[in-house]
């Protein structure tokens, strides 16, 4: 199944896309959040990458209570599921950034870059989270479930 990950945020949203057996999750682009025209773009873009399921990062304190933007991500997902037709999971995104930062240092990518491909990298981490709950329940790459 093509997920479409989307790491949400008030000035940016990071998106991340994985391959239909789920194998690998790959960041995307990172893009201006401009609500109703990022909404329709990301419509766009689901049709035209054959995109079967969204997945939205849920942001969460580290004690697992959602933090005060984790109704922004979930109407903005919601949103856009209503928009496109297509099943919507929600996933923690706790340390996501920390974690892409972390990933981005390690295979040697500047300090300026990093910064571009933040959000793109920590919508990547998301999904492969994703990914790997999915794997590790058996769900087939073919459900949704």
Known sequence: MRWLSIDHGTKKVG???????????????????EEARTLDRLAGLCRAEGVQALCVGLPRHQD????ATAAAARSFGEALAARTGLPLRFADE??????AERLLRERGVKP??????LDAAAAAVILAGLLETRRSQGVPASEFG
Do not use: M, N, T, Y
């Not at 706790?94 to 974690?99: G, N, R, V």
């Open 64 to 67: 697992g209570v959602e933090s």
């Open 15 to 33: 998106l991340a896309f994985c391959d239909e057996l789920e194998i690998l999750a790959s960041p995307f682009e990172v893009w201006p959040q």
């Open 112 to 117: 300026e870059r990093r910064k571009a491909l």
């Open 94 to 99: 706790h340390l996501s950034s920390a974690e």
